[in-house]
């Protein structure tokens, strides 16, 4: 039986990590690095940043945190957010993190997810998608941040950069993101089935609950947890107590 994954997201503006509303409404949720460590001890299976600021100011994402983050968290952990080309997957991975995540820079530049699967292997790229419900089974892909619309169809998109060479896709729903009422289980269910590789279901969690679902009807791989986290609402054990007494495997 494959082991579903917990992974908290740290989303990463300025130095500090914070947590928004629909990629709006931002508040300050502390360290991300201390976050981090803190969540390595409690048991997480992985850690996600994400400087969600990086694409849309033109900033180079922050690769002292990945240096920062390797002295203290012993579990693997993702970077992403203003990564722009081989050399910057490079720095990443060579001051620690084990997986770098590109989203605006893949879908502008799809040969980088190739370029990257081939130099570093397919298992240090991590696709993400931001992506919007506009009918009934058309989600929009959403760049910089949730910022600029593109026209094309999620599902889509997950595929091509499966066959590009991404080893893993990250999918946040932009409608459930920060709402706590449950995670987008048409979206992830969808794009579950339509590639073969691990997808990370983001956006929505506000109760256990909402974690097994998404894993038990939309086959999620992992889910990306913040705010349920951040400010105390459930522990990360607690979380993995109680999937594993819905019958899910999880790593305790």
């Known amino acids: 039986m494959i082991t579903k994954r917990i992974i908290p997201c740290l989303d990463v503006d300025r130095g500090r990590v914070v947590k928004g509303i629909s990629f709006v409404d931002i508040r300050d949720a502390g360290d991300p690095v201390e976050l981090a460590s803190f969540y390595d001890t409690q048991g997480a299976d992985e850690v996600v940043f994400l400087d969600i600021t990086a694409s849309h100011e033109k900033r180079k994402t922050v690769v002292e945190l990945a240096s920062k983050t390797a002295e203290k968290v012993f579990i693997p952990y993702t970077i992403g957010g203003g990564i722009k080309n081989i050399d910057d997957i490079r720095e990443v991975l060579k001051k620690g ?13 799809p040969s980088l997810i190739g370029r990257g699967a081939k130099i570093f292997g397919s298992q240090c790229m991590v696709v993400a998608i931001d992506a919007k419900k506009r ?44 709402t706590k009422d449950g995670y987008d289980i048409e979206l992830t269910r969808a794009v579950s089935e339509a590639v073969n590789i691990p997808v ?38 607690e979380a993995k107590e109680y999937l594993k007494s819905e019958g899910i495997n999880v790593r305790l």
């Not at 084990?98 to 879908?107: E, R």
């Not at 009934?136 to 595929?159: N, S």
């Not at 983001?202 to 894993?215: M, Q």
């Not at 990306?224 to 951040?230: M, N, T, W, Y």
């Open 97 to 109: 993190a084990d997986k770098i995540s590109i989203n605006t820079q893949a879908f502008t530049d």
């Open 135 to 178: 009918s009934r089974d058309f989600w929009e892909v959403y760049l910089h941040g949730g910022r600029t619309p593109t026209g094309k169809d999620a599902v889509w998109w997950a595929k091509e950069a499966e066959r590009l060479g991404a080893g893993e896709i990250l999918l946040t729903s932009m409608d459930k993101d920060g």
């Open 200 to 237: 990370i279901a983001s956006g929505g969690a506000g109760k256990l609950e909402h974690l097994r679902d998404v894993i038990k009807y939309a086959d999620a791989d992992a889910v990306l947890v913040a705010s349920i986290f951040h400010y105390g609402k459930y522990t990360i054990r």
